[in-house]
T-cell receptor, first 112, second 111 residues
Framework: SQTIHQWPATLVQPVGSPLSLECTVE??????LYWYRQAAGRGLQLLFYSVGIGQISSEVPQNLSASRPQDRQFILSSKKLLLSDSGFYLCAWEVGGGQPQHFGDGTRLSIL | GENVEQHPSTLSVQEGDSAVIKCTYS??????FPWYKQELGKRPQLIIDIRSNVGEKKDQRIAVTLNKTAKHFSLHITETQPEDSAVYFC??????????FGAGTRLAVHP
């Protein structure tokens, strides 16, 4: 069966520091991968999505970037974090072709 | 652009009552409509979904209805229980396979 792993679960970082969040999927090939951010008490904002290795689409211009170095690995990065980058970051995957999308357990990022 | 509106934003019911959450979408090409339940501090979990070739789908106490002509779909929870308390998100699949999410409904079920 397919599973998604996301780490770390929580992260506290100072303003101006770099960021790297990782997401991996097991049990499937060539999944569509997504990064979402959720502010406290709010909805889901799509940040990036990828339909294949090295292919990244950005939804919102911001302080973040994403990369997909391997088929089942999706990384969210920042060179310098801002206070506004705080939030709950969720990775999601789907087989594609209109199939259900499933979320990882998320990373709660706090910027001090 | 593509948009999904969700109502109400908060819903409070007594245990055993029914709860209904409604969503409307703007992209007439949308063909897939999932519903997610998110408990506090947890990830959203898919609870039911429906495709555009079906008008209604039911899974135990949960049902979803779709009206393609009016471009709206609804989640129905019957015989609500305290463990149904959570935030519920609707979504519609639009262009490039992206899911467009509603803003969420906070459901509180009181014993």
């Amino acid at each position: 069966s397919q599973t998604i792993h996301q780490w770390p679960a929580t992260l506290v970082q100072p303003v101006g520091s770099p960021l790297s969040l990782e997401c991996t999927v097991e049990g499937t090939s060539n999944p569509n991968l997504y990064w979402y951010r959720q502010a406290a008490g709010r909805g889901l904002q799509l940040l990036f999505y990828s339909v294949g290795i090295g292919q990244i689409s950005s939804e919102v211009p911001q302080n973040l970037s994403a990369s997909r170095p391997q088929d089942r690995q999706f990384i969210l990065s920042s060179k310098k974090l801002l206070l506004s980058d705080s939030g709950f970051y969720l990775c999601a995957w789907e087989v594609g072709g209109g199939q259900p999308q499933h979320f990882g357990d998320g990373t709660r990022l706090s910027i001090l | 652009g593509e948009n999904v509106e969700q109502h109400p934003s908060t819903l409070s019911v007594q245990e055993g009552d029914s709860a209904v959450i409604k969503c409307t979408y703007s992209d007439s090409a949308s063909n897939y409509f999932p519903w997610y339940k998110q408990e506090l501090g947890k990830r959203p979990q898919l609870i039911i979904d429906i495709r555009s070739n079906v008008g209604e789908k039911k899974d135990q106490r949960i049902a979803v209805t779709l009206n393609k002509t009016a471009k709206h779909f609804s989640l129905h929870i019957t015989e609500t229980q305290p463990e149904d308390s959570a935030v519920y998100f609707c979504a519609a699949r639009g262009g490039y396979n992206k899911l467009i999410f509603g803003a969420g409904t906070r459901l509180a079920v009181h014993p």
